[in-house]
DNA sequence: GCGATACAGTACTGTACTGTACGATTTCTC
DNA sequence: GAGAAATCGTACAGTACAGTACTGTATCGC
């Protein structure tokens, strides 16, 4: 019951390589799917077996690309668990891979909403994760819980994500801890130039 | 001699305008002739007279909405300019023009050699202005000549790109203003977390 | 007013891509 | 090994778009 057909799985997993190659070295418009069989050798027809539409295949790539991101043992304090969250973070915006494509989802979401779906799936995925860092943080009393998370992740992970997508500066985890260290410095200065 | 034909001017915006507003509501994708020609009443031959290509169009669409910013006055010094310069822009991130065409022009950067060029003189512009910012902050003794400007814009930027892209969090002035003095906070904290 | 030039409108070619249909072949399951 | 199902390969219709060519009309500068 639980075994599928391997060779389902495995044109499938082909397909979605493949195409990911595609969008990452070439950009989403160069998505068709004579490229994917061209590139992968997997029949035309076999491809909108999987797929109804082209369209249906992006959204796959996409969510087949999309990062996960695991919660820090919860042993940590907030300040080393939140170091090794951005550090993990780093390290999948330093990928090609998702470098590329992080930029396109943020381009398409606004007018596909299937992927605009696909983002809100990973930032709420992600979302619980810096719910649960934040929860750490307020029990050691670093702040209140007047803090809003949003806004929080907002000024820890954007520097990272400038980096990623401006290419200016380099991205590396020295970023994060920095990124992090004002963020701990702004916190003991509460009343900031008032 | 400097006196150009109203005629051509007139055109000139009219496509441009009406372009912009097709790549602002339905992404650069949609962004054809007959499209052009549809909605703005000027005549295909006429597109063509002034841009050789749709792709060259494109490229002078988003060099025509690429926002200008303002160095702020020289009397003010690095905490208030910075400052200044921040809302400013918040202001053209919360724009909705430039709020959906920066996404469009990362995610295209990559591939397109002649928009990677429009991005990189948008950043120019910008980085002179920030390294006359950051020579005032070093003539103030807020930090030594050994800081990164590249690495403090993305600190202090990021986050407002990030606001502006991911949605999760309003883009306001307030941001700038939280994002500046967790920067400040981190200047009289040289050595964090070591 | 007059010549020059930009614009309107239409028609056309060529191409690239989507999605469908269908018979032949391979590969899996049992 | 036999039947089922996935894959291959190809052909095809339909569409959308880029870019060109050409004629007639409106608008500019002088």
Chains 1, 2 share one sequence.
């Not at 998505?31 to 035309?44: H, K, M, N």
């Not at 820090?72 to 668990?81: I, K, R, T, V, Y």
Request: one cysteine or more; hydrophobic letters at 45%; aromatic letters at 6%.
């Amino acid at each position: 019951m639980g075994t599928t057909d391997p060779r389902i799985a495995r044109t499938r997993a082909t397909v979605l390589d493949t195409a990911a190659a595609i969008v990452v070295e070439q950009g989403t418009a160069a998505l068709t799917v004579d490229a994917v069989v061209a590139r992968s050798g997997v029949a035309r027809s076999t491809i909108y077996r999987h797929w109804p539409t082209r369209d249906d295949l992006l959204v796959d790539v996409f969510e087949y690309c999309v990062p996960s991101l695991d919660t820090p043992p919860p042993e940590l304090g907030f300040e080393a668990a939140m170091r090794q969250f951005l550090h993990a973070v780093v390290g999948h915006l330093a990928d090609e891979k998702w470098n590329r494509m992080l930029p396109a989802l943020m381009a398409l979401k606004a007018y596909e909403p299937t992927l605009a779906r696909v983002e809100e799936r990973m930032e709420q995925r992600q979302g619980k994760i810096s719910a649960d860092l934040f929860t750490r943080g307020e029990h050691e009393g670093l702040f209140g819980p007047e803090l809003d998370p949003s806004r929080a992740i907002a000024l820890l992970v954007g520097p990272l994500v400038f980096a990623a997508l401006s290419g200016e500066t380099p991205i590396t985890p020295e970023l994060a801890d920095a990124s992090l260290a004002n963020f701990l410095a702004g916190l003991s200065r509460p009343d900031p130039a008032r």
